[in-house]
């Protein structure tokens, strides 16, 4: 009897969110990403060929949606389709000299070898450093809603400070950084913004394997070759002029050459009382042209203004750009189409435009449909956008961004991006066990995947963010079945011509999954909620900052 109550009940509930949210099309998702990873767009580069294909084709499927125009103002005071990116490219020129002197005796660095040294970003058209002091700083964190300072006021103008990767408790496994799972403060591009803050000439990460998430040739792959940031205003303050990495037994060799042993510092490293030590008798000397300058490229913006409080804005994200034409793979395609990274996620973000212009009554929010260009450069979009918002962060509620969405079967899990305590989450988890969907955590939480997607940008900012994934759990095939797509896709596809649109590519797990993020939207859009960080995060602080402006 009870039970029959319980399953009329549930019935009922499900036909009740059936007439909410809308139904997503599988045939149309897969036309659209057929479309967005087609040869004629040619990988979808940046200031490309590509982009001027792709930035039309969105202008007018969103336009076709229902969408306003939510880009930047022109002339005549219309917001357009687009919001330019202005992007600094900068490139060594030809190899960079590098020496170390131990006790007044130079050797030779090799770029790629025991170093990774990264074309300037402060802005520096040469960089010019004659036996600069090195200071071993710890982890290079000052976290003072911790009470953690690895700097303790040391004087680093004029020198290179030398960190460790990842956070101090990664190795401890337990302490005021969440344990192995990594915070912010465990990410390079933070270590870098804190060595700027703190003065110093330039920084060196020493790398790890296991705090690092990956080998010498991930950092030496995407550390020695052209590098992009978003143009700044004050790029020297957040770029020391040099960045770099250590390759690790380099390092602890170095240390040793100057007395100290690295074990035992990094121990200390792990407790506040840590002091920092400058390496004695320890010098670095480099000579190298940076050859920068500034491209533009353009985040596509299609807005539907709010009903009752159009300054409040629900923002739904996902990077258009993948990497362009480049090295052939075996069968000579030199075309990486991005199929998969990222036409699903910009796909589904058309759709959901579609959805929400057709939504009646309108939101009493306003939403966005952000799809950002450069992610695959460093985050770069959504990091422009979330520097100069076009709708200002204090009243934006939330962003959800989708990156690389499963475009096969339905799946019984989904999961995020990394690991963070958030409301936006909650009700996330909430809302997708309504369609019977559960949330798996990120398996990996000391890889710092939260850093790595375009939600970040904001986040940092205090704008509670996060980014969607797709189960591995497969309702046709359970979890076998999805972790040997997923391991075959990294394999095989992920980042090579051959992500690819396929044919047999049904859409239905998307089309459920885009269901679930439209209801979460939609109740934030005709609500009045503020969801907010959970006590402790560190992104907690900087939206309380802007709780005025949200009464
Ligand atoms: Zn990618």
């Known amino acids: 009897m009870k039970l029959l109550a319980a399953s009329l009940l549930s019935l009922a509930v499900s036909s009740a969110l059936a007439g909410t949210a809308p139904r997503f099309d599988p045939q149309q998702l897969s036309e659209m990403v057929k479309t967005l990873s087609s040869d004629e767009f040619e990988g979808r580069a940046p200031a490309s060929a590509g982009e001027t294909r792709t930035v039309e084709y969105l202008a007018e499927q969103m336009r076709a949606a229902g969408l306003q125009p939510g880009g930047d103002l022109g002339a005549d005071g219309k917001r357009g389709w687009t919001q330019a990116v202005p992007l600094l490219r900068a490139e060594i020129v030809g190899a960079p000299s590098l020496s170390v002197a131990v006790g007044g005796q130079p050797q030779p660095l090799a770029q790629g070898g025991q170093i990774a040294v990264r074309a300037a970003l402060d802005g520096s058209k040469a960089v010019s450093i004659a036996n600069a002091p090195l200071v071993f700083a710890g982890y290079g964190v000052k976290a003072a809603e911790r009470n953690w300072d690895d700097f303790k006021g040391v004087d680093l103008r004029g020198k290179i400070a030398v960190v460790l990767i990842n956070d101090p408790d990664f190795e401890t496994g337990q302490g005021d950084f969440g344990g192995p799972a990594m915070t912010y403060y465990g990410r390079w591009t933070y270590k870098y913004e804190e060595a700027a803050r703190q003065g110093a000439l330039g920084l060196l990460i020493v790398h790890e394997t296991a705090p690092a998430s990956y080998g010498w040739a991930t950092v030496k792959n995407s550390n020695t070759n052209t590098m992009f940031d978003v143009v700044r205003e004050q790029p020297g303050a957040v770029h020391p002029r040099m960045e770099g990495w250590l390759q690790r037994d380099f390092a602890v060799d170095l240390f040793r050459r100057a007395g100290l042993d690295f074990e035992a510092l990094k121990r200390q490293a792990q407790t506040r009382a840590f002091q920092p030590v400058e390496l004695k008798g320890v010098t670095l000397s480099a000579d190298y042209a940076v050859d920068s300058k500034v491209i533009t490229s353009h985040n596509v913006v299609g807005r539907i203004e709010g009903r009752k409080r159009p300054d409040e804005t629900v923002i739904y994200t996902a990077h258009w750009d993948h990497l362009g034409v480049g090295q052939p793979d075996a069968k000579g395609d030199r075309i990486y189409n991005g199929a998969v990274d990222n036409a699903t996620g910009t796909a589904a973000l058309l759709a959901l435009g579609r959805a929400f ?150 859409f239905t797990g998307m089309s459920r999954e885009l269901q679930v993020l439209y209801t979460l939207g939609s109740e934030l859009a005709h609500g009045k909620r503020w969801p907010n960080w959970d006590a402790g995060s560190e992104f907690r602080a900087a939206r309380d900052a802007s709780a005025e402006q949200r009464k």
Do not use: C
Request: proline residues 7%; negative net charge.
């Open 357 to 506: 212009a057709h939504a009646k009554p309108r939101p009493e929010r306003s939403l966005v449909f952000l799809a950002v260009t450069a992610e695959e450069k460093g985050l770069l979009g959504s990091e422009y956008y979330a520097s100069r918002p076009l709708y200002p962060l204090a009243t934006t509620v939330g962003v959800i961004n989708m990156d690389a969405l499963n475009p096969q079967g339905p799946a019984h899990d989904f999961t995020i991006s990394g690991s963070a305590k958030l409301e936006l989450l909650d009700n996330l988890v909430a809302t997708a066990k309504r369609w019977d969907l559960r949330y798996t955590p990120d398996s990996k939480p000391e890889a710092g995947y939260f850093f790595r997607s375009d939600h970040f940008p904001f986040a940092k900012r205090g704008v509670p963010a996060i980014s969607y994934g797709s189960g591995n759990d497969w309702v046709d095939g359970g979890v076998v079945a999805g972790k040997a797509a997923g391991e075959a896709y990294t394999a095989d596809r992920y980042h090579q011509p051959a992500d690819q649109w396929e044919a047999s590519w049904t």
